[in-house]
């Protein structure tokens, strides 16, 4: 029989492609969602990678009734998977109640959960946000919290702080893994990063604009002090990432946990800037990419990339795609969406910018 892991925010980016790799891990993924940034179109895709059916449930972790009656239904859940969240930084400026309802109250009413039906741990979803602009580089999980530029940042702290002193009391176990920036998308072109909207994140932006559906990508900044003065970011591909979460969760079920609370660093380890990126999705996809450099975002960090000693020694994990399997991924996945009219409730809506 195979473990039964509850997959929040499984149809979501970084989610839909762990249910892949939890599928060819030996896990049994439990996909819940509540389709507000994602699609059903999603599930058929899934199926097709795997060629499997998955169980999935339309539910919003802010449902008590609904997900008491999950947890009912469901008697044998293993372990819990938790990326159901907001993750706009800018969106949570804008609307911070509704990042604190759907980051910390729904991480509380899903936690009271996995303790009175007695499940073994949980892997959550953190960010490298929680160091905010760190000194000193590259940052090691024994960094203290940043200062969060923004209530999504501020809501991944609060989220760190319930798991450690809820874990500390409760039977269960919690391992954090802190992403760095995810990109790229599973090699088969059929999943991938679905963003509402104009994009807020960079890579997602560079491929509609290569593909013609924004006039010009804007480099916000080129001031900082770093060698081309565009900001450094630790990019990693997404299937290293949900290669991470299944090494997590091993870890934790075979119970080598030392401490009820664990945190990791998951990026490369290495930082590229902005320009950089641009740079590699030429050479990759031989497709010029038209920018304009523009002023500094608002909320941005100069600089920050992972120190993953821990990832690679405790969970003996490490990063395996470049660069250039990340920017060729992303671009065919782009022209996948393009091909297709990928009928689905977050339609890409492509408006003229
Ligand atoms: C990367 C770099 C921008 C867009 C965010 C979240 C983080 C994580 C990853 C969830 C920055 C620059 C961007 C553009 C640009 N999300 N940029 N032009 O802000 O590092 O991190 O996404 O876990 O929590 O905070 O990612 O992709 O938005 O920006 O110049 O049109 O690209 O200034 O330097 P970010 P990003």
């Not at 179109?41 to 919003?60: G, H, M, N, S, Y």
């Not at 009912?72 to 907001?86: E, L, T």
Request: net charge neutral.
């Amino acid at each position: 029989m195979k473990p039964l892991i509850l997959v929040t925010g499984g149809l979501g980016y970084i989610g839909s492609h762990t249910v892949i790799e939890l599928a060819q891990s030996g896990y049994e993924p439990l996909i819940i969602d509540n389709l507000s940034n994602s699609s059903l179109r999603v599930l058929d895709r899934l199926e097709t990678i795997a060629d499997r059916p998955f169980t999935f449930e339309k539910i919003d972790l802010n449902d008590h009734a609904a997900m008491k009656h999950l947890f009912q239904r469901y008697p044998n859940i293993r372990g819990v998977i938790h990326f159901a969240a907001s993750k706009a930084v800018g969106e949570s400026i804008e609307k911070p109640l509704l990042y604190y309802r759907n980051n910390v109250s729904a991480l509380v009413n899903l936690l009271e959960l996995v303790e009175t039906n007695s499940v073994p741990g949980i892997i959550f979803s953190s960010s490298c946000t929680v160091y905010g602009q760190p000194n000193i580089l590259p940052v090691t999980e024994s960094m203290p919290f940043g200062k969060a530029s923004s209530p999504y940042g501020r809501s991944k702290q609060i989220g760190e702080q319930i798991l450690m002193d809820a874990s500390s009391t409760s039977a269960f176990t919690c391992i954090a893994l802190r992403y760095f920036n995810p990109i790229g998308a599973h090699e088969s072109g059929l999943i991938g990063e679905l963003p509402n909207g104009v994009p807020s994140n960079l890579v997602p932006f560079i491929t509609q604009t290569a593909a013609g559906l924004r006039d010009k990508l804007r480099v916000f900044g080129n001031d900082y002090n770093t060698p081309d003065g565009t900001a450094i970011r630790d990019y990693i591909h997404v299937m290293d990432l949900a290669a991470a979460h299944v090494a997590a969760l091993n870890r934790q079920l075979q119970g080598k946990q030392t401490s009820n609370y664990e945190i990791f660093n998951i990026g490369t380890g290495q930082g590229f800037s902005v320009l950089e990126l641009i740079e590699a999705f030429d050479r990759v996809n031989n497709r010029p990419l038209p920018f304009k450099i523009a002023d500094r975002r608002p909320g941005d960090i100069e600089k920050i990339f992972a120190d993953t000693t821990k990832a690679s020694q405790v969970l003996q994990w490490r990063a395996k795609r470049s660069l250039h399997d990340m920017m060729r991924t992303a671009w065919q996945w782009q022209e996948n969406l393009m091909n297709e009219s990928f009928t689905s409730t977050t339609q890409p809506q492509y408006d003229n910018r």
